[in-house]
């Protein structure tokens, strides 16, 4: 599969370097100076994934994410930002961005994120494609939580709940093991599937989730904290 990748970066130096890189391994690779060039670029071509700036000019990347989920995108979004940029991370996340990577960075860093989210990415699509003919459906349910691995949807008292595959991937993982603690380092090693380096990510993510999936995110029914331990889905 030739996977589409979008650089969505004002630095042109930057653009062009990381450019060179992935089409080095084989990626097809789009560029965009701001959000504004960013979202044109998506709405004409097929995106598999988006390395995505936050500082840019007319529209940043924070309200580009918003714009880009907005519009039903699922494809995974890797956002970057300078160290001093520590809340725009945050925001970016709870925007729908998958991950971050903090400048300056090395080339083999980028590389491995992007390599592993289109791996995950690819298999998340595989899974909407639907299950195979004859196979009994794999449905999850907790309460009026219902999440169904096959068709990758998610069910609230029989209404839909839109993810992003990383957000799945999660709820999914925690659904399949009701009551059981996983730790934030074994989220992102079974998730990402590489060893856990930095779990901050794993903390929005499951704001997120909750933000989607609780009546109250405050006092969850479905999606508890083990403080200290972990995270875990809530035997009913």
Same mark, same amino acid.
């Given at each position: 599969?030739?996977?589409?990748?979008?650089?969505?970066?004002?630095?042109?130096?930057?653009?062009?370097?990381?450019?060179?890189?992935?089409?080095?391994?084989?990626?097809?690779?789009?560029?965009?100076?701001?959000?504004?060039?960013?979202?044109?670029?998506?709405?004409?071509?097929?995106?598999? /994934?988006? &390395?995505?700036?936050?500082?840019? %000019?007319?529209?940043?990347?924070?309200?580009?994410?918003? +714009?880009?989920?907005?519009?039903?995108?699922?494809?995974?979004? !890797?956002?970057?930002?300078?160290?001093?940029?520590?809340?725009?991370?945050?925001?970016?996340?709870?925007?729908?961005?998958?991950?971050?990577?903090?400048? %300056?960075?090395?080339?083999?860093?980028?590389?491995?994120?992007?390599?592993?989210?289109?791996? +995950?990415?690819? +298999?998340?699509?595989?899974?909407?494609?639907?299950?195979?003919?004859?196979?009994?459906?794999?449905?999850?349910? &907790?309460?009026? /939580?219902?999440?169904?691995?096959?068709?990758?949807?998610?069910?609230?008292?029989?209404?839909?709940?839109?993810?992003?595959?990383?957000?799945?991937?999660?709820? /999914?993982?925690? !659904?399949?093991?009701?009551?059981?603690?996983?730790?934030?380092?074994?989220?992102?090693?079974?998730?990402?599937?590489?060893?856990? !380096?930095?779990?901050?990510?794993?903390?929005?993510?499951?704001?997120?989730?909750?933000?989607?999936?609780?009546?109250? %995110?405050?006092?969850?029914?479905? /999606?508890?904290?083990?403080?200290?331990?972990?995270?875990?889905?809530?035997?009913?």
């Amino acid at each position: 599969m030739d996977y589409h990748i979008l650089i969505v970066e004002d630095d042109k130096d930057i653009r062009e370097g990381i450019e060179i890189y992935l089409k080095n391994q084989g990626y097809i690779v789009f560029q965009a100076a701001d959000g504004v060039e960013g979202l044109s670029v998506i709405e004409k071509e097929t995106i598999h /994934l988006a &390395i995505v700036d936050v500082m840019m %000019p007319r529209m940043d990347g924070i309200n580009m994410m918003m +714009r880009v989920r907005e519009l039903g995108y699922e494809f995974p979004v !890797i956002m970057l930002s300078a160290k001093s940029e520590e809340v725009d991370k945050i925001m970016g996340l709870n925007m729908g961005a998958d991950d971050y990577v903090t400048k %300056p960075f090395t080339t083999m860093e980028l590389l491995a994120r992007v390599n592993s989210h289109l791996r +995950r990415y690819s +298999r998340f699509l595989e899974m909407k494609d639907g299950q195979k003919a004859g196979d009994e459906e794999r449905v999850y349910t &907790i309460g009026g /939580l219902e999440v169904h691995e096959d068709t990758v949807e998610v069910f609230l008292d029989g209404n839909p709940v839109k993810l992003t595959p990383t957000e799945f991937k999660i709820l /999914l993982l925690l !659904i399949k093991s009701p009551g059981r603690v996983y730790s934030a380092e074994e989220i992102y090693e079974r998730v990402w599937n590489e060893q856990a !380096i930095n779990t901050d990510t794993i903390m929005v993510h499951v704001r997120k989730i909750r933000e989607k999936i609780e009546m109250n %995110p405050r006092e969850p029914k479905y /999606l508890k904290v083990v403080w200290g331990v972990g995270y875990k889905i809530d035997k009913q």
